[in-house]
């Protein structure tokens, strides 16, 4: 049995439909168009899950239809590939290939389930084939076995659960995954070109013709599907396409910045940005030394502002590896990385919040004493603000910062810089935070600063004294000064009250 990939996962939105009923046919070579199966046209479910019909993998010509479900009996299992002949067996496979294009209904279990057991069966023995490597399979073999894949994968998505379908909105981590109902066909469609992909019998210079760039667009639409399934094997064939055809790489790079760039400026929502940033965590490991200036722009213009969007918390781990991987082969790019994060810098959201300390944390700690001073300023006036924020969970995870030894080293090179802006923080943590833990560990780190530099701390405990005073009598003035008007008030209320 294959290995069913079940990973959990929530929802997204996708750009084009790949499934417009005029892409793909499943005739033999040559009688394409004619053996094609007419049907009504696709009707599309949701605006933001549509898009301009595009040309089937390799089709030159008129687009065909992929083929809807035969008539009930019409269809009878063919025999097994080790029934037949060795010089059959290519004949075995396009024909094979021909059943496996008809499309069923699997809202109703009931309903064909007998063609959709042989369909089921013969993707086996596709996949089986294969695997095995028992012949190396011809060119038009392998055209009309893409346009098979193309015909049962590339399909309109269903609507989105967050979208306006009249349901209550619900945290996506707390929702039941969708699962797709034609997965049964659907895993092995996608294990036959995993295996197609992966094998050492598929020459890259003839599959280059028909995995070409608008499948691997179609494939990325994909990833906006809710089922995690799909996402999972999707993730492992693209990576596995990007790894073996060279020519499609930069391509790929481009087309998953245009679904970054549409998630973030656009829709706010899409299912697979998690694996496609599990895909660019392998991609950036691999960049060469000195970094090209086309990576660091990604970086810039695309993965920095994946921190913007609200259901970051569903892709934050892996964002937060690419951008640790992107620290750690060019450290210069600290600088640039912590002042992003200061930029998108969540005001009202404390899950958000505990987040960032976290990636912080981990930039901060590829990041070198010369990148380090350029940002501290900013960065430390935020971290200030956290020390002092009322939800415990942000206050506790800043604080957590000074159990890193590298980040203390930092800090203690450039505590003249840093004790001056965090003291307020601490000390008003100590008077007044209502979290015995956060109390706690502030007290830790006044401790350090206190044992790190005693002049420092104490000539910045005078200025706190110093502007505490100020403010107390700033503060008296002010009351004194409301006491003279009311009683001003008072006085001249009483002069113009007439008496009867």
């Known amino acids: 049995m294959l290995k069913k990939i079940i990973k959990g996962g929530h929802r997204k939105p996708s750009k084009s439909d790949p499934n417009d009923g005029s892409l793909y046919s499943f005739g033999p070579p040559g009688t394409r168009n004619s053996g094609s199966v007419s049907t009504a046209n696709v009707v599309v479910n949701h605006a933001s899950r549509a898009g301009p019909a595009a040309s089937g993998p390799n089709t030159g010509g008129p687009a065909a239809i992929p083929a809807m479900a035969p008539p009930s009996g019409t269809v009878d299992p063919l025999p097994l590939f080790r029934e037949v002949a060795s010089s059959e067996r290519q004949g075995m496979f396009i024909r094979k290939l021909q059943i496996c294009c008809f499309q069923f209904d699997f809202s109703d279990t009931l309903k064909s389930a007998r063609e959709k057991e042989i369909k089921r069966q013969t993707l086996l023995e596709l996949v089986d084939f294969i695997q095995s490597g028992s012949g190396k399979i011809t060119e038009t073999c392998q055209e009309e076995m893409i346009r098979m894949i193309s015909a049962n994968i590339f399909r309109c998505l269903p609507p989105a659960s967050h979208e306006n379908t009249g349901q209550e909105t619900t945290d996506p981590e707390e929702e039941e995954p969708y699962l797709e109902p034609s997965w049964p066909h659907l895993q092995l469609v996608y294990e036959l070109l995993l295996r197609y992909v992966v094998s050492s019998d598929t020459d890259t210079k003839v599959a280059k013709r028909y995995i070409d760039h608008s499948f691997v667009l179609k494939l990325l639409d994909l990833f906006d599907s809710e089922d995690p399934r799909e996402r999972e094997y999707l993730k492992t064939i693209l990576h596995r396409i990007y790894g073996k055809f060279m020519v499609h790489r930069p391509f790929i790079r481009k087309a998953i910045n245009n679904i970054f760039y549409r998630f973030i400026y656009e829709t706010d929502w899409h299912s697979g940005i998690g694996e496609l940033l599990e895909i660019l965590g392998s991609i950036i490991n691999g960049f060469a030394l000195p970094m090209k200036e086309e990576h660091k722009l990604f970086l810039v213009r695309a993965l920095i502002p994946l921190h913007k ?162 403010a107390r009598e700033l503060e008296e003035n002010r009351e004194l000064t409301w006491k003279k008007l009311a009683d001003v008030a008072a006085q001249r209320g009483a002069e113009d009250m007439i008496t009867v």
């Not at 943590?429 to 790190?452: C, D, P, Y």
Request: net charge negative; with cysteine.
């Open 309 to 470: 969007p609200k259901p970051i918390a569903m892709y934050h781990q892996q964002l937060s590896y690419c951008i640790t991987q992107f620290v750690e082969k060019d450290y210069k790019l600290a600088d640039t990385v912590i002042r992003g994060l200061l930029k998108y810098w969540p005001v009202t959201n404390c899950q958000k919040e505990v987040l960032f300390l976290g990636e912080l944390e981990e930039v901060l700690e590829a990041t070198q004493s010369a990148e380090f001073q350029r940002c501290m300023v900013p960065l430390f006036r935020q971290i200030a603000r956290c020390l002092n924020s009322s939800h415990f969970q942000v206050a506790e995870r800043s604080l957590f910062l000074w159990n890193n030894e590298h980040i203390v080293s930092l800090i203690a090179q450039n505590r003249s810089v840093i004790l001056p802006i965090i003291f307020e923080a601490l000390e008003k943590n100590i008077q007044s935070h209502w979290n015995q833990a956060v109390h706690g560990l502030t007290v830790n780190v006044r401790k350090m600063f206190l044992e790190m530099d005693a002049d420092l701390f104490e000539e910045c405990q005078r200025e706190y004294a110093e502007k505490e005073a100020r």
